[in-house]
């Protein structure tokens, strides 16, 4: 705001406070109870020499505040920056949703955060990592939080794993420095990972920008009609702007050059007015499609490959956020924050995070995160959930229970989940279409030779530094057994014997 605007606003601020009736001193720096400091620049001292003094209440109150101003990091994707936009969608699919969001005419706010996975909270942006593209959807029904990568798959099927494969890939518990010889140790127990680190590896792995990359929600998830069908959907949001990597040997310049490259150049266009576009495509199938492939199609290590993409609607970010802090820092998602419409597949990796973001955002954020301005719902939250720390819902009437005759929340029967069929007993169970290696290979031949090229250097500098001589022979048999010129190259790369490599993938069970 301009110096001339900030003063209009002030004056503003205080005529309406006289016309209330109430003191205003807009202009003046207060203490956080609002009463007015004379000098923020001396403490109280017992006269010249002697020790500061207890009663100087702003002293106190700035120190206090001060320390408190850190609240915990994200467990991962601490690395993280924010914009706002808005979500139009272009094409009528009522004919697979209820969803207000999807009804063509409506303009959803958005609030869309950009982040590394494994680094701290203040780490370089340029890192070998997938990018976070987590969407919150203010939607006219409630909050949708789609919190998705740049890639349609992920490295692990089962949340289970979850917590090792991030313990292996964040920087050391001893070192607190990142080390490959802890990550391959353990996807050399993850054969399923190949098709990701195959991704990972490509120059797509170091964005050059977040404008420059793709969204995916990675699982699939229902769209449920009015009719009460159901579809399967994996959401796919394609740049506009295309989707640019940096080679391997111009990294160490781009990190050199500047740190924060991601946030500066996507602050730098949207100050610009050059405002970023994404258009979200659906893959459909029916709940009997999902038997149809020779791989488990809830597998989210999986492509549904040979499934055509429907464009449904364009994202565009406009507004670099007023305060980090109380945005980006603030802001939580949850893949359980769906509307009606929308719900969630049986996905394994998906039901565990239906569990672990509203938990962990208890912890970092506080029982009562939701009513955070970024996060609070754009519709009235009514419910019985009360009280807790720092509480400010806002919540009215002394019934807060139900059934009641005294004041009954009424539920609309057409907004309960849809029922989904169910077989067998309880178990526990690898799934049984594992096809762990296939779609790695698929993908490496869709490369260019370029492509290729900088894939193997950009792996095989990792895969040098594993000491551990049979995690590193693992490693290569997975290449070898996606692709056997992909194999044999990062065999050569990394010195290693390729009679072991082979003999070593002839073992695998699948391709
Ligand atoms: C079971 C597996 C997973 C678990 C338990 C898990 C857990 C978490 C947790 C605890 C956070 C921090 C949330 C916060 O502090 O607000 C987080 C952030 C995030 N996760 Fe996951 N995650 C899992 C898998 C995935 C997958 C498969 C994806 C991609 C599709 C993903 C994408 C993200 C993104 C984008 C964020 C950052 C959200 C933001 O910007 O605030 N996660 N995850």
Redesign the pocket.
Known sequence: MSKAANRLLQSLVAATCVALGVSSHAADMTRDNGSLVGDNQNSQTAGPNGPALLQDSQLIEKLQRFDRERIPE????AR?TGAFGEFVPTTDISDLTKAEVFTPGTKTPVFV???T?MGYRGSPEQARD?R???IKFYTAQGNWDL???NWPI?F?RD?IK??DFVHANKPSAVTGVQDPNLAFDFFAHTPEATNMLTHLYTDEGMPDSYRHMDG????AFKLVNAQGQVHYVKFHFRSEQGVHGIRPQNIPGSIGADWNLMTNDLYGALKAGNDPKWDLYVQVLTPEDLGKFDFDALD?TKIWTGVPERKIGTLTLNRVPDNYFETTEE????PSRMVPGIEPSEDR?LQ??LF??A???MY?LGANFNDLPINRPRVPVVNNNQDGAMNSGDRKGEVNYEPSTLGEIPQDPRYKYVQTPLAGTTQQAAIHKTLNFRQAGEYYRTLSEQEKEDLVTALSSDLSRVTNDTNKYTMLSYFFKADTDYGARLAKATHADLSRVRSLADKLAEN
């Open positions: 994200r467990v991962v994707h993280g955060r950009f982040s996975v997938p976070g593209f987590a919190v998705g990568i992920f692990i949340a979850f917590p995916f929600g990675v699982h989210d802001s939580a998602f949850a990796m565990g995070r672990s973001y938990d962990t955002q970092r």
